[in-house]
């Protein structure tokens, strides 16, 4: 069964930086799409972003492109966001998901999840 840790998130000021980080028990993580989801209270989950197993393509939401940045490091079996000039609309519950796929600009999500870390954006 593959655990996927998360941590980070918290809260932090308009305008302000946060970095979540999801790292996989699993040694096959360099074979995996991996992507972020944000889920607001009472909605289901958002695709934020998704980056390919080499790390070399990377995908966004409309809303977070040129302020957020996935990366991943394979031999840390982690995968990161990096957020900046972050806004009140940003706030949510954000959820790692791995072993999706990114096809025909949409990606299909897995089964398999990070806990969920809160990011608050409030003055």
């Known amino acids: 069964q593959v655990q996927l840790v998360q941590s980070g998130g918290g809260l932090v000021q308009p305008g302000g930086s946060l970095r979540l980080s999801c790292t996989a028990s699993s040694t096959l993580f360099s074979r995996y799409t991996m992507a972020w989801f944000r889920q607001v209270s009472g909605t289901g989950r958002d695709f934020v972003a998704a980056?390919?197993?080499?790390?070399?393509?990377?995908w966004y939401e409309d809303s977070v492109k040129g302020r957020f940045t996935i990366s991943r490091d394979n031999a840390k079996n982690t995968v990161y966001l990096e957020m900046n000039s972050l806004k009140p609309e940003d706030t949510a519950v954000y959820h790692c998901?791995?072993?999706?796929?990114?096809?025909?600009?949409?990606?299909?999500?897995?089964?398999?999840w990070g806990q969920g870390t809160q990011v608050i954006v409030s003055s």
């Open positions: 980056i390919s197993k080499s790390g070399e393509d990377t």
């Open positions: 998901n791995m072993g999706g796929s990114y096809e025909g600009g949409t990606y299909y999500q897995s089964s398999y």
